[in-house]
C-alpha cells in the first residue's frame, strides 16, 4: 500500500546547516576566483560582513576549520596556501549537475539499452536455436542440457549441436564524446558572462556520464588560438583567455580523440559563441575578427566535411543569436550532417541534455 510516513521534525544543528549554506557559496565563489581559495574566502568575508551570513553559534573560523577537516581544501606545504581537495572538484561538478539536469532519477549504471537484440553485456529472457558464428559464452547450458535429455533420452548422455541454446543479449550503445568549449575571449564581452554556464554544463554532462553511464567516455577540449584537452578536474577552474577562435584547431584535435576510440558511437558537442576567425599557420596565426573570412570558414567547413565521412556527427550549441552568425552555422550543420541549436545561457544545459540523452537511445552510425 502506497502511503506517506510521518515523523517529527528534528531540525539540523546550526553548525551544521551554517556549514551547508556557507559551502554551497563557496563552491560558487571558487568557481569565479578561478580555484583560488584564498580570495574566494576573502569575499567570503566580506559577503558575511554585509550580508551577516554567519553567526555566533557558528562563525566564519568555523567555516573554514570544517572546510580542513571535511576535506575541502588542503594546505600546500610548499607555499602553506590552501589548494582545494579532489572531493571539492567533485562536490562542484554533482552540484552543476543538479542545477543544470534537475534531479535525476535513479536508474541503473552504463545501460543505454535500445529495442533491438544483438551483441551486448546484459542477457534477455529471449532464447533461440544455436546457428553458426555465435559465440561460446552466449549458450544457455541449462536449455540446451534440458533439450539433450528430451531429445536424446535420459539413459545415455549426448549433446549436439541441434541441442545448443543461445539466450539473446540486448545490444548496449556505448558513446565516446567529445566536449568542444570555446574560451575566445568574446566569451566574456559586453557585460555578458557566457563561460560560466558553458563550465557549469561540461561539469555536469561529466557527472552525469560518471555516475550513469560509467561505459561511455567524455573528453573535453578548449579552443582558442589553438585547442588542448582539459581534465575534468580543471573545468571549475577554466579561463578565457585573450584569444581568437581556432574552431579547426579544435574540431582537428576532437577527431584525433575519437578516431583512438574503439566504441562504435562517436559524436562532438561544441559550445562556442561566435565565428571561426583564426588559424595556425608555421610558427604564427591567420587572423580575421570582421566578418566571415572564407579562408577561415572553408577550412573550417572542410574539417566538417571530415568528419561526416567517418561518420561523427557534430552538435554545435552557439550562445548568441546574432543572424549573421545563423548562415555559417547552418553551412557548417549542412556540410556534416550535425545539429544545431541557437541558446541562451539558461537553456543551454536543457539542450545539451536532451540531446545526449537521444542519441543513446539510438545507434549514431
Not at 568575508?45 to 557558528?58: E, G, I, P, T, V
Not at 543538479?98 to 534531479?103: A, S
Not at 568549449?181 to 568574446?186: E, K, R, T, V
Request: glycine share 6%; charged share 25%; proline share 4%.
Amino acid at each position: 500500500m502506497n502511503g506517506h510516513l510521518f515523523s517529527k521534525y528534528i531540525p539540523k544543528p546550526a553548525e551544521e546547516k551554517g556549514f551547508e549554506q556557507l559551502l554551497n557559496l563557496f563552491l560558487q565563489l571558487l568557481q569565479y576566483t578561478n580555484g583560488d581559495v584564498a580570495e574566494a574566502l576573502d569575499w567570503l568575508n566580506q559577503l558575511d560582513n554585509q550580508h551577516k551570513l554567519s553567526s555566533d553559534a557558528y562563525g566564519m573560523g568555523n567555516f573554514i576549520q570544517d572546510l580542513k577537516d571535511k576535506g575541502y581544501i588542503n594546505e600546500n606545504p610548499a607555499d602553506a596556501q590552501f589548494v582545494p581537495t579532489a572531493k571539492t572538484n567533485q562536490t562542484i561538478r554533482k552540484n552543476s549537475l543538479d542545477e543544470v539536469f534537475g534531479k535525476l532519477k535513479k536508474g541503473s549504471k552504463g545501460n543505454h539499452s535500445i529495442q533491438k537484440s544483438g551483441l551486448g553485456d546484459e542477457q534477455n529472457s529471449d532464447i533461440r536455436a544455436y546457428t553458426f558464428g555465435d559465440s561460446l559464452d552466449q549458450i544457455d547450458l541449462h536449455t540446451s542440457i534440458l533439450n539433450a535429455q528430451i531429445n536424446h533420452g535420459l539413459g545415455e548422455f549426448k549433446l549436439t549441436e541441434d541441442d545448443l541454446a543461445v539466450r539473446e543479449r540486448d545490444y548496449k550503445t556505448q558513446t565516446s564524446t567529445v566536449l568542444m568549449i570555446d574560451i575566445s575571449h568574446s566569451m566574456i564581452l559586453y557585460g555578458e558572462d557566457r563561460i560560466t554556464p558553458a563550465k557549469k554544463v561540461a561539469m555536469a554532462l561529466a557527472e552525469l556520464i560518471k555516475t550513469r553511464y560509467p561505459k561511455d567516455t567524455l573528453d573535453i577540449i578548449v579552443f582558442g588560438n589553438d585547442a588542448w584537452p582539459i581534465e575534468v578536474k580543471d573545468l571549475p577552474y577554466l579561463q578565457v583567455g585573450p584569444y581568437h577562435t581556432n574552431t579547426y584547431a579544435g574540431l582537428e584535435l576532437a577527431l584525433d580523440i575519437l578516431r583512438k576510440k574503439r566504441n562504435p558511437n562517436k559524436q562532438i558537442f561544441m559550445i562556442t559563441d561566435g565565428k571561426p576567425t583564426c588559424l595556425k599557420e608555421g610558427n604564427g596565426y591567420y587572423q580575421n575578427s570582421f566578418g566571415l573570412d572564407r579562408k577561415v570558414i572553408n577550412k573550417t567547413l572542410n574539417m566538417a566535411a571530415q568528419a561526416r565521412r567517418v561518420n561523427i556527427p557534430i552538435t554545435t550549441f552557439m550562445i548568441a543569436t546574432d543572424p549573421y552568425l545563423q548562415q555559417f552555422v547552418q553551412e557548417f550543420t549542412e556540410t556534416n550532417k550535425g545539429k544545431a541549436y541557437y541558446s541562451n545561457l539558461n537553456g543551454l544545459g536543457d539542450f545539451v541534455f536532451e540531446d545526449f540523452e537521444k542519441n543513446r537511445k539510438k545507434k549514431l552510425r
